[in-house]
C-alpha cells in the first residue's frame, strides 16, 4: 500500500506541472472563441490551482492498474469515476461549464464517449503488440523443434 501511495504522489507531482500549461492552452482557445476577453487576478489563480490539482490527480490515478488484486474492469470503473468527477469539478469551478442538468448531462455524454473512445484506441494497440509478441514466441518456439 506504501508503495502504491508513493507512485500515486510521484506520478502525480510529476504530471501537475503540466497544469498551467493546459490551463494556458484552454484559455488561448476560450480567447480565440470569443468566450473570454479578460481574467481576473482570481481567476487565473483559481484556474493555475484546479488545473494543477487536476493535473496531479490525472497522472496519479494511473497507478491503480497496478494493483494486480484489482480486477481490470473495477480498476477502470475507479479510474473513469474519479476523473469524471475531477474534470467535472473543475470545469465547474472556473465557470468553464454552467451549472444545470443539461449542460452537465452533455459534459458526461462527451466525457464518456471520449472515455471509451481512449480506451478503444488502448485496447486495439495493446492487442496488435500481444498478437506480434505471441507470432514471435510461435516462430521461435518452432525454429526450436526444427532443430
Known amino acids: 500500500m506504501k508503495k502504491t501511495a508513493l507512485e500515486f504522489l510521484r506520478?502525480?507531482?510529476?504530471?501537475c506541472?503540466?497544469?498551467?500549461?493546459?490551463?494556458a492552452v484552454?484559455?488561448?482557445?476560450?480567447?480565440?472563441?470569443?468566450?473570454?476577453?479578460?481574467?481576473t487576478v482570481e481567476e487565473?489563480?483559481?484556474?493555475?490551482?484546479?488545473?494543477?490539482?487536476?493535473?496531479f490527480l490525472a497522472g496519479g490515478m494511473n497507478v491503480i492498474y497496478q494493483i494486480e488484486r484489482l480486477p481490470?474492469?473495477?480498476?477502470?470503473?475507479?479510474?473513469?469515476?474519479?476523473l469524471y468527477l475531477g474534470y467535472l469539478g473543475t470545469y465547474l469551478l472556473n465557470g468553464w461549464l454552467e451549472?444545470?442538468?443539461?449542460?452537465?448531462?452533455?459534459?458526461?455524454?462527451?466525457?464518456?464517449?471520449?472515455?471509451?473512445?481512449?480506451w478503444a484506441v488502448i485496447y486495439a494497440v495493446t492487442k496488435r503488440k500481444t498478437e506480434r509478441l505471441n507470432a514471435l514466441l510461435k516462430h521461435?518456439?518452432?525454429?526450436?523443434?526444427?532443430?
Open 11 to 15: 506520478r502525480g507531482l510529476t504530471a
Open 99 to 118: 451549472w444545470g442538468t443539461a449542460a452537465i448531462v452533455i459534459f458526461s455524454g462527451v466525457f464518456v464517449v471520449g472515455y471509451l473512445a481512449i
Open 140 to 147: 521461435e518456439r518452432e525454429g526450436r523443434e526444427i532443430l
Open 17 to 23: 506541472g503540466f497544469g498551467p500549461l493546459i490551463l
Open 72 to 82: 481490470l474492469m473495477a480498476a477502470v470503473a475507479i479510474h473513469g469515476g474519479v
Open 26 to 39: 484552454v484559455y488561448l482557445i476560450l480567447r480565440r472563441a470569443a468566450c473570454v476577453q479578460t481574467l
Open 44 to 55: 487565473v489563480c483559481m484556474g493555475i490551482f484546479s488545473l494543477s490539482a487536476l493535473a
